[in-house]
């Protein structure tokens, strides 16, 4: 299998989503704006991502996929499939349990999320009506992470890749249509939520069928626990558990930081990260995606030589495209944020405090995508408790920096500590393999890392350059629809010049495609 290639299909599917995604953040800042009923709904919406994170695509992930890829490997397709069967069940009937209690103790999980909103007021009775609508959502796709599991180690990457391309049309299709007829408009969203999770799991369904691992969920959850491969996933599972809950607390923490900032502070944190999810997922998410069965794969083998490759190739790729990508979101953040969101009632001053995050996750862009790749090189050796205790260390280390930052910087300051965390997070990770000789500090290093310094010099003067011509929020002040695109055409042709400039320096400097190639056995 050609990693380069799979890499290159997977994040195309990726951006696809991204850039639907992106449609759906521009339509809810021009009809919803940044106020306390667009804070209601994503308070409401992180709280079935936050269950789904650790039931599907966190925890259950890093424990499921090394155990399914050995089982693959070793054991055969009835054992395997036996496995698929028990597992799906057990996890189908623990995340509606959860699911059950969530809706009907909302009031409870209400002050875990949002204490500093009034109990009472209207943000809290419609934060509490969109969470109870929206909970189902970690049902479906707590079993579309299964199913993505699955095809994934089958080497079909596309078809889970194109999921949330499904959810983000439901939820722009509920923004056009279907809000209007709501009130309030933003409840709209929570049904679109509901129905997209559904759509991403019967996505799925026909490709499982397909190589004969459609699940059988059975009421028999007592042989489903006896069995040694499922005790073997919950056994993984449990410091998988802790290490998503840590992550997930303090994005808790940061949620009720920025609930104490005044309205609108919760959307504008909300609308950066949707824009660092764009690199973080084209490059982080497909490269995780696609290098942990490899991973699992060479070492169930005992293959050292293809692991370290596996490992070195993904970093390499990830300081190549995340250097560039962080350095054009600093100097960009606020002709990206204009760009994509200045429309209705997304004003110049939800623009400024917007952008302001933005620059700030752009400090840690390197951290937040080199974990996916080093936390891999631990759970393909079922080694998950060394990041659970490196993640609890710098979730103490990031609410210190809350201390320092938020008072400084205010929301930004939030943006800052995750970024800035995520970099503490990966240096250690990368410092633990080292001194383990699974990754070497391999001399090619510095004259690769020296290239991709000065090629980040030549692009950042261009970039910077160009963007101080251009007054991004008075491009559109006149309402003329040829300003806005005016405003996209300019964006577009400063990103196409730091890219070429990047690249064309790089290529100068003796980089090669053929380079970055690199074929996975199996």
């Known amino acids: 299998m050609n990693l380069?290639?799979?890499?290159?299909?997977?994040?195309?599917?990726?951006?696809?989503?991204?850039?639907?995604?992106?449609?759906?953040?521009?339509?809810m800042a021009r009809i919803f704006g940044a106020g306390a009923t667009t804070d209601a709904f994503f308070i409401a919406?992180?709280?079935?991502?936050?269950?789904?994170?650790?039931?599907?695509?966190?925890?259950?992930?890093?424990?499921?996929?090394?155990?399914?890829?050995?089982?693959?490997?070793?054991?055969?397709?009835?054992?395997?499939?036996?496995?698929?069967d028990r597992v799906a069940t057990m996890l189908f009937w623990v995340v509606s349990m959860v699911t059950l209690l969530g809706i009907v103790g909302v009031s409870g999980v209400m002050f875990i999320m949002a204490s500093g909103i009034e109990v009472g007021s209207l943000r809290y009775d419609q934060a509490s009506l969109m969470t109870q609508i929206m909970f189902p959502y970690i049902i479906f796709m707590s079993m579309a992470a299964l199913a993505a599991g699955i095809l994934n180690t089958w080497k079909d990457f596309k078809t889970p890749a194109f999921t949330p391309v499904l959810l983000n049309l439901i939820l722009i299709a509920s923004a056009l249509w279907l809000s209007p007829h709501m009130e309030p408009p933003i409840l709209a969203m929570a049904i679109g939520v509901f129905v997209g999770g559904a759509v991403q799991l019967a996505w799925q369904l026909p490709a499982l069928r397909r190589i004969g691992m459609l699940p059988k969920i059975s009421f028999d959850l007592s042989s489903a626990?006896?069995?040694?491969?499922?005790?073997?996933?919950?056994?993984?599972?449990?410091?998988?558990?802790?290490?998503?809950?840590?992550?997930?607390?303090?994005?808790?923490?940061?949620?009720?930081?920025?609930?104490r900032l005044g309205d609108g502070a919760v959307s504008w944190i909300t609308y950066a990260d949707r824009l660092m999810e764009f690199p973080t997922a084209i490059l982080g998410v497909a490269l995780g995606t696609i290098l942990l069965p490899s991973l699992t794969r060479a070492h169930s083998l005992d293959d050292v030589a293809?692991?370290?490759?596996?490992?070195?190739?993904?970093?390499?790729?990830?300081?190549?495209?995340?250097?560039?990508?962080?350095?054009?979101?600093?100097?960009?953040?606020?002709?990206?944020?204009s760009t994509l969101f200045h429309y209705g009632k997304f004003n110049a001053y939800?623009?400024?405090?917007?952008?302001?995050?933005?620059?700030?996750?752009?400090?840690?862009?390197?951290?937040?995508?080199?974990?996916?790749?080093?936390?891999?090189?631990?759970?393909?050796?079922?080694d998950i408790k060394t990041p659970v205790f490196i993640a609890i260390f710098v979730l103490v280390a990031t609410q210190g920096m809350n201390l320092i930052f938020v008072p400084l910087f205010g929301h930004a300051g939030l943006a800052l500590s995750i970024g800035l965390g995520a970099c503490l997070n990966a240096s250690i990770l990368a410092a633990l393999l080292v001194r383990r000789g699974t990754l070497s500090a391999h001399q090619g290093w510095l004259v690769f890392f020296v290239r991709l310094l000065v090629a980040l010099m030549f692009?950042?003067?261009?970039?910077?350059?160009?963007?101080?011509?251009?007054?991004?929020?008075?491009?559109?002040?006149?309402?003329?629809?040829?300003?806005?695109?005016?405003?996209?055409?300019?964006?577009?042709?400063?990103?196409?010049?730091?890219?070429?400039?990047?690249?064309?320096?790089?290529?100068?400097?003796?980089?090669?495609?053929r380079d970055?190639?690199?074929?996975a056995k199996g």
């Open 4 to 27: 380069l290639k799979t890499l290159a299909s997977v994040g195309g599917m990726t951006l696809l989503s991204r850039i639907v995604g992106l449609v759906r953040e521009t339509l």
């Open 45 to 84: 919406f992180r709280i079935p991502n936050l269950l789904r994170r650790l039931f599907a695509e966190g925890a259950f992930s890093q424990a499921f996929i090394p155990i399914l890829a050995q089982s693959k490997n070793i054991d055969g397709q009835d054992a395997t499939k036996r496995l698929v």
């Open 225 to 259: 626990f006896k069995d040694a491969g499922v005790r073997r996933v919950l056994k993984l599972m449990l410091p998988a558990t802790l290490a998503v809950s840590v992550a997930q607390v303090s994005l808790i923490i940061n949620t009720n930081w920025a609930s």
């Open 306 to 337: 293809e692991y370290n490759d596996l490992l070195r190739w993904g970093l390499r790729l990830t300081f190549l495209l995340a250097l560039p990508a962080a350095v054009g979101l600093g100097l960009m953040s606020e002709a990206l944020t």
């Open 350 to 382: 939800d623009v400024t405090m917007t952008s302001r995050a933005v620059a700030a996750y752009a400090v840690g862009l390197i951290g937040l995508i080199s974990v996916k790749v080093l936390a891999g090189a631990y759970y393909a050796k079922q």
């Open 459 to 513: 692009m950042a003067a261009v970039v910077y350059g160009l963007v101080r011509w251009v007054d991004w929020t008075a491009l559109v002040a006149d309402g003329r629809w040829q300003s806005k695109v005016e405003r996209i055409t300019v964006l577009f042709s400063v990103i196409g010049a730091g890219a070429l400039v990047y690249f064309a320096v790089l290529f100068a400097l003796g980089f090669r495609v």
């Open 516 to 519: 970055f190639r690199l074929m």
